[in-house]
């Protein structure tokens, strides 16, 4: 079960609120969990603290983050 302010990563494709294409492998950290359980939104940031994407994400795409996961680092445009 996921929990607030976990930090997840994606194991699909999602697009953010905004339309910003996030890749499967990117962390986020949950910052809503909708009351039925069934989504929660995500904010993704940038490795220096910005906000990237917010996005709505279901339990089928993604996992708790691990202490085995590596971070890995993309170049974005978008920014919120």
Same mark, same amino acid.
């Given at each position: 079960?996921?929990?607030?302010?976990?930090?997840? #990563?994606?194991? $699909?494709?999602?697009?953010?609120?905004?339309? /910003?294409?996030?890749?499967?492998?990117?962390?986020?950290?949950?910052?809503?969990?909708?009351?039925?359980? /069934? $989504?929660?939104?995500?904010?993704?940031?940038?490795?220096?603290?910005?906000?990237?994407?917010?996005?709505?994400?279901?339990?089928?795409? $993604?996992?708790?983050?691990?202490?085995?996961?590596?971070?890995?680092?993309?170049? #974005?445009?978008?920014? #919120?």
């Amino acid at each position: 079960m996921f929990k607030g302010h976990e930090q997840i #990563v994606l194991t $699909a494709e999602v697009l953010g609120d905004e339309g /910003e294409e996030l890749k499967q492998g990117d962390v986020g950290t949950i910052i809503h969990i909708h009351p039925d359980k /069934e $989504a929660f939104v995500v904010e993704f940031m940038s490795l220096d603290g910005g906000t990237v994407a917010i996005a709505t994400v279901l339990p089928s795409q $993604a996992c708790p983050v691990t202490g085995a996961d590596l971070t890995h680092a993309r170049t #974005v445009t978008a920014a #919120v």
